[in-house]
């Protein structure tokens, strides 16, 4: 095992090797991790702060670090380190798994205390990777708040991979943390606009629609928790919806208890407009969303196309100075058109037949008030009509209003008439 000077001499050539140029050159992890290293943390913070002292960058400060921590905690090494690396903290010699708790516990805070202040000074899945072994290992609050405010700061570098951390608390009926990526999320909205750009909004807003797809998949995950993720970002977070619908339709599929209210409470996070023609189509023929989505994403695609066909028909119009270019334009716009055209055809088709379906639906229910309503009134003044009177009533009400709007209507016979005319009444007779 090195001694604390040597180790400090040994990262002191590697981090400043020319007395000429006077700059820092990059870390190698092989070139200084392939001997023995220091296991005892105190030479390894001393050291450390030696080196910040000289004023070395942050990056690689961060680099020493995290290759530190990726050769004596294998959890923590990523990809890049996963083969050839020896676990050694509890290989040396037997222990128990408390006592090798408590040392990765004082491992990953004494980590967590050493971290530079700077933003970019250490990789966002590093941070996940050492926020996963504190959540297993138990490590204070205090800690863990530290490396969720940092993930928060670059959450648009974190990879699917690293955000999927278990939950290893027993009172959590998911296999994910959501709770832990729901603060993080919210933690990383409320930063300023000066400190997160617009790109990294959008790299948040699919980050997330893909974790939803993969917690939806758990029968457990609440419908609260569903939506307090989903609606965190705000709606211009989203270039399109359709991470966001394939979350939402898988969670339907993994629980068939939701109620129809709970569906339209989910189909109002998606924004139909921002479908893509693949997801509208697909979401036309889900038989699981309301008739009402399904009737909206219809019309909205509609209205897409017709944008389209107006958009292409002015662009066809106007002359291009290049007249092969502006033939092969007009041609392909052509086909485009034909295509879009029976297209649009085959969605307003499908919306009268929806509309019809609906309509027939509305009258069939109304006849079934109306009934109701009739049958509780008689029922109200005791008289309960029997099925024949209540036809009969029918066939005159329907006889009477055919003979208001001039239907069958009866020319009276004339006889009848004469007959009538020369009928003198009573009272005349008296008289005489």
């Not at 037997?94 to 050493?114: A, D, H, I, Q």
């Not at 359709?242 to 569906?263: C, M, N, W």
């Not at 009177?389 to 016979?413: D, H, K, M, V, Y």
């Given at each position: 095992m090195l001694n604390a000077l040597s180790f400090y001499t040994k990262m002191k050539k590697l981090v400043f090797p020319s007395s000429v140029t006077g700059k820092p050159s990059e870390l190698s992890a092989d070139c200084w991790f392939d001997d023995s290293c220091v296991l005892d943390m105190d030479y390894f913070v001393k050291t450390l702060a030696g080196i910040k002292a000289k004023g070395v960058r942050p990056d690689l400060i961060g680099s020493i670090i995290a290759h530190y921590a990726s050769k004596w905690l294998p959890d923590l090494a990523g990809d890049d380190y996963e083969k050839g690396i020896p676990t050694n903290i509890g290989k040396s010699s037997p222990e128990s798994v408390t006592s090798l708790w408590m040392k990765k516990r004082f491992f990953v805070e004494t980590l967590v205390g050493v971290l530079p202040p700077e933003k970019d000074s250490i990789s966002c899945n590093f941070l996940l990777r050492l926020l996963r072994t504190a959540n297993m290992v138990g490590v204070e609050w205090t800690y863990r708040a530290e490396l969720e405010k940092r993930i928060s700061w670059q959450l648009d570098q974190a990879s699917l991979k690293e955000l999927m951390i278990p939950a290893f608390s027993h009172t959590s009926a998911t296999l994910l943390d959501v709770e832990l990526v729901i603060r993080i999320v919210n933690r990383f909205v409320n930063l300023?606009?000066?400190?997160?750009?617009?790109?990294?909004?959008?790299?948040?807003?699919?980050?997330?629609?893909?974790?939803?797809?993969?917690?939806?998949?758990?029968?457990?995950l609440s419908l609260q928790e569903f939506l307090a993720l989903a609606g965190a970002l705000p709606s211009h977070a989203r270039t399109t919806d359709d991470g966001l619908y394939r979350a939402i339709d898988t969670f339907i599929k993994a629980h068939p208890g939701v109620s129809k209210q709970e569906r339209k409470t989910l189909c109002k996070l998606i924004d139909s407009r921002k479908l893509s023609p693949e997801a509208s189509l697909h979401a036309a023929q889900n038989e699981r969303l309301p008739v009402r989505v399904v009737i909206e994403v219809l019309l909205g695609e509609q209205t897409k196309l017709n944008r389209q066909l107006d958009w292409s028909?002015?662009?066809?119009?106007?002359?291009?100075?290049?007249?092969?270019?502006?033939?092969?334009?007009?041609?392909?716009?052509?086909?485009?058109?034909?295509?879009?055209?029976?297209?649009?055809?085959?969605?307003?088709?499908?919306?009268?037949?929806?509309?019809?379906?609906?309509?027939?639906?509305?009258?069939?229910?109304?006849?079934?008030?109306?009934?109701?309503?009739?049958?509780?009134?008689?029922?109200?003044?005791?008289i309960m009509p029997s099925f024949k009177s209540i036809g009969a009533a029918e066939r005159s009400e329907e006889a009477e209003a055919s003979g208001e709007l001039g239907f069958g209507r009866q020319t009276p016979n004339m006889k009848t008439k004469l007959v009538k005319a020369r009928t003198t009444p009573k009272w005349r007779k008296s008289m005489s």
């Amino acid at each position: 095992m090195l001694n604390a000077l040597s180790f400090y001499t040994k990262m002191k050539k590697l981090v400043f090797p020319s007395s000429v140029t006077g700059k820092p050159s990059e870390l190698s992890a092989d070139c200084w991790f392939d001997d023995s290293c220091v296991l005892d943390m105190d030479y390894f913070v001393k050291t450390l702060a030696g080196i910040k002292a000289k004023g070395v960058r942050p990056d690689l400060i961060g680099s020493i670090i995290a290759h530190y921590a990726s050769k004596w905690l294998p959890d923590l090494a990523g990809d890049d380190y996963e083969k050839g690396i020896p676990t050694n903290i509890g290989k040396s010699s037997p222990e128990s798994v408390t006592s090798l708790w408590m040392k990765k516990r004082f491992f990953v805070e004494t980590l967590v205390g050493v971290l530079p202040p700077e933003k970019d000074s250490i990789s966002c899945n590093f941070l996940l990777r050492l926020l996963r072994t504190a959540n297993m290992v138990g490590v204070e609050w205090t800690y863990r708040a530290e490396l969720e405010k940092r993930i928060s700061w670059q959450l648009d570098q974190a990879s699917l991979k690293e955000l999927m951390i278990p939950a290893f608390s027993h009172t959590s009926a998911t296999l994910l943390d959501v709770e832990l990526v729901i603060r993080i999320v919210n933690r990383f909205v409320n930063l300023e606009e000066s400190s997160r750009s617009g790109a990294a909004i959008v790299k948040v807003a699919k980050l997330v629609d893909c974790y939803l797809a993969e917690a939806a998949l758990d029968s457990n995950l609440s419908l609260q928790e569903f939506l307090a993720l989903a609606g965190a970002l705000p709606s211009h977070a989203r270039t399109t919806d359709d991470g966001l619908y394939r979350a939402i339709d898988t969670f339907i599929k993994a629980h068939p208890g939701v109620s129809k209210q709970e569906r339209k409470t989910l189909c109002k996070l998606i924004d139909s407009r921002k479908l893509s023609p693949e997801a509208s189509l697909h979401a036309a023929q889900n038989e699981r969303l309301p008739v009402r989505v399904v009737i909206e994403v219809l019309l909205g695609e509609q209205t897409k196309l017709n944008r389209q066909l107006d958009w292409s028909g002015s662009f066809t119009s106007t002359r291009s100075p290049n007249l092969g270019l502006d033939l092969s334009v007009r041609c392909q716009s052509k086909r485009e058109m034909n295509a879009q055209q029976t297209e649009i055809k085959k969605l307003k088709e499908e919306v009268h037949r929806l509309q019809s379906q609906c309509y027939a639906l509305q009258v069939q229910m109304d006849r079934l008030v109306e009934k109701k309503k009739g049958f509780f009134r008689w029922k109200k003044l005791g008289i309960m009509p029997s099925f024949k009177s209540i036809g009969a009533a029918e066939r005159s009400e329907e006889a009477e209003a055919s003979g208001e709007l001039g239907f069958g209507r009866q020319t009276p016979n004339m006889k009848t008439k004469l007959v009538k005319a020369r009928t003198t009444p009573k009272w005349r007779k008296s008289m005489s």
